[in-house]
T-cell receptor, first 114, second 114 residues
């Protein structure tokens, strides 16, 4: 069974640009979660999507946004990039509200903002 | 504010030593509890989880954790570590409600010396 996949593996952008990160959940999972793992700040919850709807968002500015597609894959968009957005962005998936909250993580996208 | 605390930032052990990593949380209600591990160069993997029932849970690779409700703790243990246990360990908590986001501790880096 394929795990959670994320693309790209690495992304280099400059300040002010926009970044788009993608995630494909495990087959059968309807929930997708995004987390930021920044140096010194640990893992911080960003967004949760289930069945195409945003269910919750963490304490991040509105320039962090995303969406979930009908096939349950998801995009995370970061607008007006700032240097402090440099981090590893992790996507996780679970069976959603219908099942236990056991989240499986992907390998992450390393975003570097220059 | 609700939080998850991991007491040790970095632990260094010799092979065959016993390991115990502390985790405390500050949520007042019923929670789901998790330990994740991130081996060097790999993505986050679930070590073990507690949803309900026996407060002593066993996970993969010989790890176990004990949920002590009165102490708001979920400590991770392994009787005899191996060099391959070198990794970063994260405690995570999810309040058992419709909010499925995980709140993570800062992580503990465990280095096992051969």
């Amino acid at each position: 069974e394929a795990g959670v996949t994320q693309s790209p593996t690495h992304l280099i952008k400059t300040r002010g640009q926009q970044a788009t990160l993608r995630c494909s959940p495990i087959s059968g999972h309807t929930s997708v979660y995004w987390y930021q793992q920044a140096l010194g700040l640990g893992l911080q919850f960003l967004l949760w999507y289930d069945e195409g709807e945003e269910r919750n968002r963490g304490n991040f500015p509105p320039r962090f946004s995303g969406r979930q597609f009908p096939n349950y894959s998801s995009e995370l968009n970061v607008n007006a990039l700032e240097l402090e957005d440099s981090a590893l962005y992790l996507c996780a998936s679970s069976t959603g509200l219908a099942g236990p909250n056991e989240q499986f993580f992907g390998p992450g996208t390393r975003l570097t903002v220059l | 504010a609700q939080s998850v605390s991991q007491h040790n930032h970095h632990v260094i052990l010799s092979e065959a030593a016993s390991l115990e990593l502390g985790c405390n949380y500050s949520y007042g209600g019923t929670v789901n509890l998790f330990w994740y591990v991130q081996y060097p160069g790999q993505h986050l993997q679930l070590l073990l989880k507690y949803f309900s029932g026996d407060p002593l849970v066993k996970g993969i690779k010989g790890f176990e954790a004990e949920f002590i409700k009165s102490k708001f703790s979920f400590n991770l243990r392994k009787p005899s570590v191996q060099w391959s246990d070198t990794a970063e360990y994260f405690c995570a908590v999810n309040p058992r409600s419709n909010d499925y986001k995980l709140s993570f501790g800062a992580g503990t880096t465990v280095t096992v010396r051969a």
